[in-house]
């Protein structure tokens, strides 16, 4: 399981429509794109579904090429080798100035379990030691399940996390959320905060 909460900056590509939800009240979704830069200098479109409350008066606001800012919760789906990303915004979409920095930054709390290969430790140019390793989360729609794996750096590790940071473990992590390119594809991060253990109840445990 995965939950975010962030503010992202980016370009409509997708002009507003309006949608109904079941109980008849509407809303309005559109798309936007931020591009990714990575320290290999390698550049992902990552294009967000964006849903939002509104209706007809506000759709004419929110057309393709405009730059609008939006703070929401962003969801995550793997299928493939494709990244679908939604946004459900919390507050109302802002239009931005055309000179404001593209980008989405937030928060990230994570539930799923390290992978095989375990945690590494380094050292930093002051020889403080931090640690990195790759985690996945189970991510299910109907029927169908898949794995979002992320990349964990915790620098200033606590000693008594040593025995959690282990290949295997199910682990709760909260931290900042860092997507960015690297060779062209997405590259989903975070920077830890904390971590714990995570108790599976009997029903939730991934393979």
Known sequence: MIKSEVTACGVITRAAEVKKKDDGTTFITFSIKIDLKGRDNSE???????????GEDDIAQYT?????????????RHKGDKFYL???????????????????EGKISFWGKIGPKGVSTFLDK?????????AFSQSKEG??????????????????DDSILVANKYVEIHGDLQLSSYNSKLSTDCRVDSVKEWILKKNQAEN
């Open 44 to 54: 992902f479109p990552l294009f967000i579904n964006v849903s939002a409350k509104g």
């Open 86 to 104: 939604n946004l459900r915004a919390k507050d109302e979409v802002e239009l931005s100035d055309s000179e404001k920095e593209v980008k989405i």
């Open 143 to 160: 029927e169908t399940s898949d794995f979002l794996w992320f990349r964990f750096m915790y620098f200033h590790p606590k000693k008594e």
């Open 64 to 76: 393709k090429g405009k730059k609008v800012t939006v703070h929401g919760n962003l969801s995550f």
């Open 126 to 134: 002051k020889n403080r030691s931090y640690k990195t390793f790759s």
